[in-house]
């Protein structure tokens, strides 16, 4: 939208500003038999959770004892199906996870998609949970109802208004810091907004959608 603006003040008329993704069959199809190698308790609809981010995560992760603790949650107060995603840098989180949690209910496909198979599996979703990363993107784009952790960077700037996104962050006084520009440099070094944000929060943003 941003890019959008500019063309308008160069005088080009702009007629559509909607994203529209779509998914081929073959990757809906693969996204499912993975679905089925994995595990046979998982049918839709189940959610989506990306607790990770491909570079400098710690400006934009929330901590990953907190994702525990909310998918144990979502297990055991909701009864729900869960799918982790990630790329294969993400794959031991994974396995960390499924350790903690200790449901058949909750799968990780980290490592173990390509892109559009990962497209697919939140294509397939009811609900996706995630920090400012790619997947968010892909989750907004496909209209898919998203929960989105945001630390020290600004929501405002990459996403935008959205109508099925809960934006969950902590408004402190040297948030945002974090911003996409050419010259950032990074600095922080305690990550209180992503760290402040507690699990009942996400929770509770979750029960909104």
């Not at 559509?16 to 990757?27: G, T």
């Not at 004892?65 to 909310?70: A, D, Q, R």
């Amino acid at each position: 939208k941003q890019n959008l603006d500019i063309l308008r003040n160069a005088g080009l008329q702009v007629t559509n500003e909607e994203i529209d993704l779509s998914i081929p069959e073959k990757d809906i199809l693969e996204a499912k038999l993975l679905i089925k190698q994995r595990t046979h308790e998982i049918t839709c609809p189940f959610m989506i959770i990306h607790p990770g981010a491909s570079w400098n995560a710690g400006y934009r992760c929330w901590p990953f004892e907190n994702y525990i603790s909310l998918i144990q949650r979502l297990v055991k107060e909701q009864q729900r199906k869960i799918i982790i995603i990630g790329n294969k840098g993400d794959s031991k989180t994974g396995e960390r996870i499924l350790k903690e949690v200790e449901c058949p209910g909750v799968i990780s496909v980290m490592g173990r998609t390509t892109l559009a198979q990962m497209a697919a599996l939140i294509k397939l979703s009811s609900l996706f949970i995630g920090n400012d990363s790619g997947p968010l993107h892909i989750a907004l784009a496909l209209k898919i109802p998203s929960v989105a952790i945001f630390g020290s960077t600004s929501p405002e700037q990459v996403i935008g208004q959205q109508e099925r996104c809960v934006v969950v962050r902590r408004n402190l006084p040297c948030s945002p810091c974090y911003l996409h520009q050419y010259d950032y440099r990074l600095a922080c070094k305690d990550f209180r907004c992503l760290n402040e944000i507690s699990v009942d929060e996400v929770f509770h943003a979750v029960k909104q959608l």
